[in-house]
């Protein structure tokens, strides 16, 4: 089965710039979205396919995605973005269709 | 708005079953894939099941597989996931999940609150 991996934390200090990765095999043929899980609370999309961004999600989120590793950035790191972040892809490479999420990479903001 | 309420979470002994429901809103429900995705206490994301649009395609994670069963009532805009021979490690909130159309075809755009199930003795 496919496998997603994701560094478990991540620490940025206020106003700076936060790289969280997902790596895979070959992950840049895939299609790669992320989700915001702040404690306690739903998941929220954040970015999808690759680098979209949804309505009402700040500019200061962005992703790219090539080769074995996908990457979401986040500028002018705030208070607020402190949460767990999912990178997940739809694998249509096992024996049928899957959604596969990465472990999850907590950012902590100092 | 799209609203997505998940219920019918609880406490269940091992070998036990549940159906848990959600309830969907603020959108055309039956032109919609859906999912069900669970997290353990403390843990990450897990995939549950899926179904297409038109109910003609279900798929089901190796952990379930044979022992839940999505569905949907597009009468009560509702989907469903009857879960049988429960087992500890099915502890978990589960999440309701809708699948876009047109730009977020194929995208997991929104999620519900979640429903909390405990298996235990």
């Known amino acids: 089965s496919y496998v997603l991996t994701q560094p478990p934390s991540v620490s940025v200090a206020p106003g700076q710039t936060a790289k969280i990765t997902c790596g895979g095999n070959?992950?840049?043929?895939?299609?790669v979205h992320w989700c915001q899980q702040r404690p306690g609370q739903a998941p929220v999309l954040v970015v999808y396919d690759d680098s979209d961004r949804p309505s009402g999600i700040p500019e200061r989120f962005s992703g790219s995605n090539s080769g074995n590793t996908a990457t979401l950035t986040i500028n002018r790191v705030e208070a607020g973005d402190e949460a767990d972040y999912y990178c997940h892809v739809w694998d249509t490479t096992s024996d049928h269709p899957t959604w596969v999420f990465g472990g999850g990479t907590k950012l902590t903001v100092l | 708005e799209v609203q997505l309420v998940e219920s019918g979470g609880g406490l269940v002994q091992p070998g036990g079953s549940l159906r848990l429901s959600c309830a969907a809103s603020g959108f055309i429900f039956n032109t919609q894939s859906m999912n069900w995705v669970r997290q353990a206490p403390g843990k990450g994301l897990e995939w549950v099941s899926f179904?297409?649009?038109?109910?003609?395609?279900?798929y089901y994670a190796n952990s379930v597989k044979g022992r839940f069963t999505i569905s949907r009532d597009r009468a009560k805009n509702s989907l469903y996931l009857q879960m049988n021979s429960l087992r500890v490690d099915d502890t978990a909130i589960y999440y309701c999940?809708?699948?876009?159309?047109?730009?977020?075809?194929?995208?997991?755009?929104?999620w519900g609150q979640g429903t909390l199930v405990t298996v235990s003795s």
């Open positions: 999940a809708r699948e876009g159309s047109g730009t977020y075809y194929n995208v997991i755009d929104y």
């Open positions: 070959n992950i840049g043929s895939k299609s």
């Open positions: 179904i297409s649009s038109t109910d003609s395609v279900i």
